[in-house]
């Protein structure tokens, strides 16, 4: 059986970091802000700025949320980014993505000024991460560098295998385990033998976005299996598949009338695996404790504060 490789422990753990680190800051006067923008209604997105928020209050960090309607303009959008940007008192910026219509997300992702790019993904940042000199790295995948940290998982000379080659996790997540002297392979939906590809991992990572997709197939026994997929099941055949024998999983179901699944079909995989995170539980939590980490570094780095 498995260990499970739980998210949320080491989040708390890198939250209460930021909050001790906060605290001397304000001792000196100063206080971290993030400033976060939310354009249109998805109900996701919603959710997902207000746990920013939330998570900002926590550890002291001054949370700024600034809300605008699907309507908003180009124009408008990058000129109060551009104000942002210019306030010596901003330290992070975040515009929650997707954004809505026909706002150009990458242009958006240009106007941000890179020294107050906590997700990470403007071209300088993503240059520097490839060069090893990132001050910021995208959340997700550096949340989860921290959860292989602290559960002391061999990485200098590991094979490790990403599945999912998006700019916001696959390609970071590859760089900072090769920064770590793994022996890394990108893989992809076009793979030729996937499955094959992925056995031959120690550490394995698939955030390919595609509900159980990875099942014991792809996994050696003994592997270290990272799950960054979050998937909503609202198929009750579905459920039955991925969770015949999961009691626990199908009451859920029966209850909320959803369930969520990875993208590793975990009841088929933990068996095998050495190690496993489960969803939720496991990557999620680390993503924001690892925004709240990156507005404390660029405060510090805007201020030349070792």
Do not use: W
Request: hydrophobic content about 40%; charged content about 25%.
């Amino acid at each position: 059986m498995a260990e499970i490789l739980d998210g949320k422990t080491v989040a708390d753990q890198i939250r209460e970091n930021v909050r001790q680190e906060v605290e001397i800051l304000q001792q000196q006067g100063i206080t971290p802000s993030l400033h976060v923008l939310l354009v249109g209604e998805d109900p996701a997105s919603q959710i997902y700025v207000s746990s920013k928020t939330r998570a900002c209050e926590e550890v002291g960090i001054r949370g700024v949320l600034h809300t605008y309607p699907d309507t908003l303009t180009r124009e408008e959008l990058l000129r109060t980014i551009d104000e942002l940007n210019r306030d010596p008192e901003v330290d992070g910026i975040l515009v929650q993505l997707p954004l809505p219509g026909d706002l150009p997300e990458f242009e958006v992702t240009l106007a941000i000024d890179p020294a107050k790019d906590v997700d990470g993904f403007h071209p300088v940042n993503v240059g520097l991460l490839s060069m090893g000199k990132a001050v910021v790295k995208p959340c997700t995948p550096a949340g989860i560098m921290e959860l292989l940290y602290y559960f002391g998982i061999p990485l200098k000379g590991a094979r490790a295998v990403v599945i999912g080659r998006s700019n916001i996790v696959g390609k970071p997540m590859a760089q900072l385990l090769l920064a770590e002297h793994a022996t890394v392979t990108l893989c992809h939906s076009r793979t030729r033998d996937l499955p094959a590809v992925a056995r031959e991992a120690d550490i394995l990572v698939a955030a390919i976005g595609r509900p159980g997709m990875v099942d014991r197939s792809f996994v050696r026994d003994g592997a270290v299996v990272i799950d960054v997929g979050v998937n909503k099941l609202t198929d009750a055949e579905e459920v039955s598949r991925f969770f015949s024998s999961n009691e626990k999983k199908r009451s859920f179901f029966e209850r909320k009338g959803y369930v969520l699944i990875g993208d590793v079909h975990y009841d088929d995989v933990e068996p095998v695996a050495s190690r496993i995170t489960p969803v939720p539980g496991g990557v999620g939590p680390l993503t924001i404790a690892m925004l709240m980490k990156n507005t404390l570094m660029a405060a510090r780095a805007r201020r030349n504060i070792k």
